[in-house]
């Protein structure tokens, strides 16, 4: 799987939007990128993923560039809840490889929520 | 959808105690993931179940670690002779058709 790239950390004001970073340079054609975060003490949790197109669900958007050499998370109105760890993974999915492939998590970035 | 479940959420030993885990995925998940978390540090795979058939493990996976997954629905995460370096949260995530992973609350574990 390719390697992504995030800032360690990131602040937001409360009610604006947040926008994430991701660099996955080496991506292939056939990699997703996905976003999970993890609230402090909890387990992670899925957002969004999306191959080539820009998605969009009741979460959050997923800006994917169109060399799909980066991408870019956004929370359009955060609130404060949305203070987590947010992990931007690249990965083959695992019903186009045959096999599952299990999720390889960066450092991830910390992002802040301020009141 | 009840979503994934760990239980017990906290589990304190003594080193050299064995400690078992147990998940209960999605209904109809037929994926079953286990992923280990040190402090600081982004979850790492340990081992992969799809249905009963454990298909991959983790060279994480000591020999002291061992998974089962019976009848391709709940599964076990038993550690034996515990370390003090096995203190972690341990998280267990399930997928399906879309092959997207959800992952349970975790079982952290506290080796004195």
Known sequence: DAKTTQPPSMDCAEGRAANLPCNHSTISGNEYVYWYRQIHSQGPQYIIHGLKNNETNEMASLIITEDRKSSTLILPHATLRDTAVYYCIVRVAGYISGSARQLTFGSGTQLTVLP | ?112
């Not at chain 2, 089962?68 to 995460?77: A, D, I, M, V, Y």
């Not at chain 2, 997207?100 to 975790?106: H, W």
Request: glycine share 8%.
């Open chain 2, 1 to 112: 959808d009840t979503g994934v479940s760990q239980d017990p959420r906290h589990k304190i030993t003594k080193r050299g105690q064995n400690v078992t885990f147990r998940c209960d995925p999605i209904s109809e998940h037929n994926r079953l993931y286990w992923y280990r978390q040190t402090l600081g540090q982004g979850p790492e795979f340990l081992t992969y179940f799809q249905n009963e058939a454990q298909l991959e493990k983790s060279r994480l996976l000591s020999d002291r670690f061992s998974a089962e997954r019976p009848k391709g629905s709940f599964s076990t995460l038993e550690i034996q002779r515990t370390e003090q370096g096995d203190s972690a949260m341990y998280l267990c995530a399930s997928s399906y058709l879309t092959d997207t992973q959800y992952f349970g609350p975790g079982t952290r574990l506290t080796v004195l």
